[in-house]
């Protein structure tokens, strides 16, 4: 083993240092950021869970590497980590989360039986403890009872317990995670752990060591490394940086890079665009791009919605100190399945992030990101955060569609004469999505009925909508996303495709649509140059 770095040497983090943001060691994203989806998610779902894992550990492990299941419910730990499980268990199911999911639970049930039309002043009196000062019940135009949250509010109160954040840090040697969905994080050889709220700044100073050196000590002292995790802590320094040498692009232009998944940096004279961050920690074989491979300076981060795969985290949180603004869907008020995103962001310490809507544009030097709709895709459920964008820069007009779909075509119309004719179109075709109870089943408070929750579905375009989403905006080339299928992303997608996926026979239709009207269309993998 090599020797630490002394205090003085100037290091610079690893090309490959691996960040994962946790909250309550589990792997953070906006439902368990956000206070009540937190706490129903962490009383409904992880806290049965792992006593399902104490009660038959062999099972749980055995199943969560079955490729069939890969996506199930099940924790992928050894049996030296039990005594780690029954007590996050415990503390989980002692603190204040199962009481805020009950005191929701209660609410929504009584307001369902209760309302009726008429005035509602009378239901503020049975409003559980926990929810009190917090919530406003409101009639839509139906008269249908529901619960606003107000959300700011409870990133203020109790209920938002950054002692409950830490980070773990560790050099990504391949693509092999446990499911993050359902899989605690525990201290493990090659890892080091600091609890610290996830806006600490600490965060932006470790990985600014990736371009500008700092001294060994410094980093030591700012992440109260241990002398038992000091050889582990130096092993991701490297006296020599490791960003791309190509990685900025000096002067006029426009170079377009597919980071895989939905990610697309967009380059063009003084301004990067960045659309849904999700990058890979290990640095491959020259199949993929990855961080050393980002400019220094991304100008506007563009999140389309906030689905885990979208709204990366730890892709964000390593790539902060270095990005100018933040772009994120607006939110509809108060609603629990609608957390806002930038309260989430803000909450996590990102200074610059601004919500949008359709219509809305922000101008560039030599164009301009026009917000567009964004159709389905959540399970018919009531979500407003969710939009693509248009990026008009280097001549060129690009269409981020995420997983848009064309349910009505007439929407694209509308689209278009926003914004024109298209150049590139990047869609995404996971037309058979999970479930509506896989991502969203913590946040109701009645069984779902199972047959309802496989007829709606987390799902994109298929061949027929993706064709209509080009005909309509007039594309003149068409990418489709990997959809999750990249090694990089199987840890959080917990994708399994063969030849015979219903997705990639659609894909497959979609191109030979697409060619028998001479647009180019190809499928995106990996890495990229497109422009």
Request: proline content about 7%; aromatic content about 8%.
């Amino acid at each position: 083993m090599n020797q630490p770095f002394a205090s003085h040497d100037l290091v610079h983090a690893r090309p490959n240092l691996a960040l994962e943001p946790l909250i309550h060691r589990y792997y953070a994203w906006l439902n368990l950021v956000s206070p009540v989806p937190a706490a129903m998610n962490f009383a409904k779902l992880h806290v049965p869970l792992l006593r399902s894992f104490l009660d038959a550990p062999a099972l749980h492990r055995r199943s969560a590497r079955d490729p069939k299941l890969r996506g199930g419910m099940f924790v992928d730990l050894e049996d030296d980590q039990l005594d780690g499980v029954s007590d996050l268990a415990t503390r989980l199911a002692d603190g204040p989360m199962p009481e805020l999911s009950a005191a929701m639970d209660e609410l929504t049930v009584n307001l369902e039986k209760l309302a009726d039309g008429f005035d509602l002043t009378p239901r503020y009196g049975e409003i559980p403890p926990a929810l009190r000062g917090y919530v406003e019940l409101v009639y839509d135009l139906n008269d249908h009872a529901r619960i606003r949250l107000a959300e700011r509010m409870l990133y203020r109160s109790r209920h938002f317990d950054e002692t409950a954040h830490s980070v773990d840090l560790s050099l990504a040697t391949g693509d092999e995670r446990p499911f993050a969905m359902t899989t605690p994080r525990f201290p493990g050889n090659g890892h080091v752990q600091a609890t610290m709220p996830l806006r600490d700044p600490r965060i932006d100073l470790l990985f600014s060591t990736m371009t500008t050196a700092r001294p060994f000590g410094e980093l030591r002292e700012a992440f109260d490394v241990s002398d038992a995790d000091l050889a582990t802590f130096s092993g991701l320094f490297s006296a020599e940086p490791g960003g791309s040498p190509d990685r900025n692009l000096d002067g006029p232009g426009l170079r377009v890079r597919y980071f895989g998944h939905a990610c697309v940096v967009v380059q063009s004279g003084p301004v990067t665009v960045m659309t849904d961050p999700f990058l890979s920690d290990a640095l491959g074989d020259g199949d993929r791009y990855a961080y050393a491979d980002l400019p220094d300076v991304i100008d506007y981060v563009l999140i389309t919605h906030g689905h885990q795969d979208h709204l990366e985290l730890a892709s964000l949180l390593k790539l902060r100190h270095r990005i100018g603004t933040v772009v994120v869907p607006k939110t509809a008020a108060g609603a629990l399945q609608d957390p806002s995103l930038r309260l989430c962001l803000e909450a996590l310490g990102f200074p610059n992030v601004v919500d949008v809507e359709p219509g809305e544009t922000i101008e560039l030097p030599d164009g301009q990101i026009v917000v567009c709709p964004f159709v389905g895709e959540h399970c018919d459920l009531d979500i407003a955060a969710k939009v693509t964008y248009s990026v008009r820069t280097g001549g060129k007009n690009l269409y981020f569609g995420a997983d848009n779909r064309c349910v009505d075509p007439a929407l694209f119309g509308h689209i278009h004469d926003m914004i024109g004719d298209v150049d590139m179109a990047f869609l995404g075709m996971e037309c058979d999505g999970a479930p509506l109870s896989w991502m969203y089943g913590p946040l109701f408070s009645r069984r779902i009925d199972q047959k309802m929750s496989r007829s709606r579905k987390l799902n994109g375009s298929d061949a027929v909508e993706a064709m209509g989403i080009v005909r309509r905006l007039r594309a003149r080339q068409a990418y489709v996303y990997a959809m999750g299928r990249e090694p990089w992303l199987v840890f959080v997608m917990a994708t399994n495709y063969t030849d015979e996926s219903y997705q990639l026979k659609q894909m497959a239709e979609f191109f030979q649509r697409c060619a028998d009207v001479g647009v180019p269309a190809r499928e995106l993998y990996g890495r990229a140059d497109l422009a």
